[in-house]
């Protein structure tokens, strides 16, 4: 299946890359409160010494994974223990045995609307209260099916979440109007790119702002990453993500950077790079690998 596929390779490489044994400790959490989709336990990380008001991270796994997976094929647990920051790594209802996330159904798509955005939402509320942590400094990061959750997060709880990054998602309300948001769908015109070159940055902007309706606060910061040979989630979506949150947030294209953060990466900022960065990587795969320095310092942790 030429989705599935390239999907499945991309988790096997980067699941190669497990990191070492950490010093903290990870626990189950099943009562965090809200949860009205029902999501299962959130792994949680935290490390010996937690900094006073940590950030908190919410970790989101591609699809066909599970938080136990995303928490070995990131370092996010290394920089946990040198920053003192905690880590929620929860995992998906399934959908038709894919294990993807809802990024597609009213629900989900709506501040409070009852889908799996409410309960990752709630996960990341009780963090904040259990630990003390800083309401200023809570993000999503996550690759694939999770990157393209953490567009919705950001777009349905701009309230709560400060920033995000995406490693070969989709934008925000892409998935809108399939019957679900996995490689199994009949109707895969998102990930395939049709609504990319389609949709301006204004309809972009305009569904992104339309999943909290009468929100007039601060808009979560992007960091936007996508590999040029992506076949499962085409590179058009790269630009679709930074045509969306470049209107929601009123920046506009300042430079590309060849070779940043590594080689054949391509740094693309917007005005002075604090708010929204895309980064195309040359012959890159499906979920790039993970840029734990560049990531950590566009949250502003580093």
């Known amino acids: 299946m030429r989705y599935s596929k390239p999907l499945l390779g991309a988790l096997a490489a980067a699941t190669s890359l497990v990191p070492g044994a950490h010093a903290g400790k990870t626990q189950s959490v099943t009562n965090w409160g809200d949860n009205p989709s029902n999501l299962p336990a959130v792994l949680v990380y935290t490390p010996d010494k937690i900094a006073t008001k940590p950030a908190i991270i919410l970790g989101l796994h591609p699809c066909g994974g599970t938080g136990q997976m995303y928490q070995q094929m990131t370092p996010l647990n290394s920089y946990a223990d040198k920053l003192g920051f905690i880590v929620l790594y929860p995992t998906s209802k399934s959908q038709s045995g894919m294990n993807c996330w809802d990024a597609h159904s009213a629900k989900s798509l709506k501040h409070d609307g009852g889908g799996d955005s409410q309960g990752l939402a709630g996960m990341a509320k009780w963090a904040l209260k259990t ?172």
């Open 131 to 302: 630990y003390n942590g800083d309401a200023a400094k809570v993000f999503a990061v996550g690759g694939s099916s999770g990157a393209m959750e953490a567009n919705v997060l950001a777009a349905t709880y701009p309230d709560i979440f400060n920033a995000a990054a995406s490693y070969s998602g989709v934008p925000a309300g892409c998935w809108a109007g399939s019957p679900m948001s996995t490689p199994m769908s009949s109707d895969l015109t998102c990930p395939m790119g049709q609504k990319a070159a389609s949709y301006s940055a204004q309809k972009w902007g305009d569904i992104a702002r339309e999943s909290y309706p009468g929100y007039n606060g601060t808009r979560p910061r992007m960091m936007i990453v996508h590999g040029t040979a992506d076949t499962a989630v085409v590179i058009g979506n790269l630009k679709a993500q930074l045509d969306q949150w470049s209107n929601v947030l009123g920046v506009n294209w300042a430079k590309n950077t060849s070779n940043d953060p590594i080689a054949n990466w391509k740094k693309i900022t917007y005005d002075d790079g604090t708010k929204l960065v895309g980064y195309e990587v040359l012959n890159g795969p499906h979920i790039p690998a993970f840029q734990g320095d560049a990531t950590m310092k566009f949250f502003g942790l580093m």
